[in-house]
């Protein structure tokens, strides 16, 4: 919400309320399982990444320059958010579309770091709400692959 809104007492609209309330459990949660928060909301011409983490390898080394000495795996994550489950899972709404532009995202994301040796993996997180407070956190890892045609080494 810009400070001009803001000021003139104008709220935020519920939609985007519950999606940053979603994207802020998921953040907490996913740190809690051992991943590390890289950044938030990264986006580029062909779309939107709500979240971008590094998980680590076995020896769990962290590093500045990261992909140098520990590769590990990059995760992009797209976070769901919603206060009913009445119809579809959130994730359905994940559709062959949007994994396309995620998948163009993701690469536009490699790009500015010179495309380093990594795994990349894309991950869904659902966020269920009830009475405006988080009800249920679920971690969908590695729930669909690069999008055809795009490849990653």
């Known amino acids: 919400m810009k400070w001009r ?15 940053r309330l ?11 399982g051992g991943l590390r928060f890289l950044t938030a909301n990264f986006r580029s011409r062909h779309g939107e990444i709500d979240l971008v983490f590094h998980e680590p390898d076995r020896r769990g080394r962290w590093w500045s ?15 769901k958010t919603r206060s009913s ?12 579309r949007k994994r396309r532009l995620l998948s ?15 795994r990349i993996r894309f991950d869904i997180v659902e966020v269920l709400l ?14 669909f692959p690069l999008e055809a045609p795009y490849r990653y080494r």
């Open 130 to 143: 009830a009475d405006g407070r988080v009800r249920e956190i679920r971690h969908l890892p590695n729930t």
């Open 104 to 118: 163009q995202t993701a690469l536009d994301y490699l790009k500015l770091l010179r495309h380093p040796a990594v």
């Open 5 to 19: 809104d803001r000021l003139a007492g104008r709220s935020e609209p519920e939609h985007l309320r519950r999606g």
């Open 22 to 32: 979603g994207e802020t459990e998921a953040r907490r949660h996913l740190r809690r």
């Open 65 to 79: 320059r990261w992909w140098a000495r520990d590769p590990g795996c990059l995760v992009f994550v797209e976070v």
């Open 85 to 96: 489950e009445t119809w579809v899972r959130p994730a359905a709404a994940v559709d062959a």
